[in-house]
């Protein structure tokens, strides 16, 4: 499971399921977030041309439950 915190900025250009789609494609989950910053900046030049690209911050957070089995014998 994956928690994305973000700021406006990212909402402004992709949409949620964009969003997920970035974030689930990339098995190195230390660059997870800086993968997605670098495509919402390409989005923010597309779709914004001619305007600055605003400070954009992604952070990105993997739980991941043990899987554990009890098992009772009488």
Known sequence: MRI???D???WDVILN???VEIVSEIPDRAKT???LVQCVVRA???KRR???V???TAIVLFFY???????FTL
């Not at 439950?65 to 098992?71: G, P, Q």
């Open 4 to 6: 994305l915190f973000s």
């Open 8 to 10: 406006v900025e990212v």
């Open 17 to 19: 399921e964009e969003a």
């Open 33 to 35: 977030a800086q993968h």
């Open 44 to 46: 923010w030049e597309c």
């Open 50 to 52: 001619g305007i600055v």
């Open 54 to 56: 605003d400070d954009i």
């Open 65 to 71: 439950s043990k899987i554990s089995v009890s098992i």
